[in-house]
């Protein structure tokens, strides 16, 4: 069964740093583009960073120079290092492969920033 399971999320004042974590099924995280998404409240879903499997990174404007998007493929587990957060990151996170394939959305996980 695919799965993809994202952790590492909580409260953090502005200015804060958090890394969140998704642990992927091998079948899907090996040979895919995989990507972080938030969707924040009233907001569409958006794309914040991918990352290749060769770890070639991209990423949204809002967030380039705070972000580092990394991959283990040994472990099967992406990662989103998030530094100076902002309350307008508030949102919840999610990963899935790039682009996404909808029947792999997670639970996400919730990031708040207090200012």
């Known amino acids: 069964q695919v799965q993809l399971v994202e952790s590492g999320g909580g409260l953090v004042q502005f200015g804060g740093s958090l890394r969140l974590s998704c642990a992927a099924s091998?079948?899907?995280?090996?040979?895919?583009?995989m990507g972080w998404y938030r969707q924040a409240p009233g907001k569409q879903r958006e794309l914040v960073a991918t990352i290749t499997p060769g770890e070639s990174t991209n990423y949204a404007d809002s967030v380039k120079g705070r972000f580092t998007i990394s991959r283990d493929n040994a472990k099967n587990t992406a990662y989103l290092q998030m530094n100076s957060l902002k309350p307008e990151d508030t949102a919840v996170y999610y990963c899935?492969?790039?682009?996404?394939?909808?029947?792999?959305w997670g639970q996400g996980t919730q990031v708040t920033v207090s200012s």
């Open positions: 899935n492969t790039h682009p996404y394939i909808a029947r792999f």
């Open positions: 091998a079948s899907i995280f090996r040979l895919n583009t």
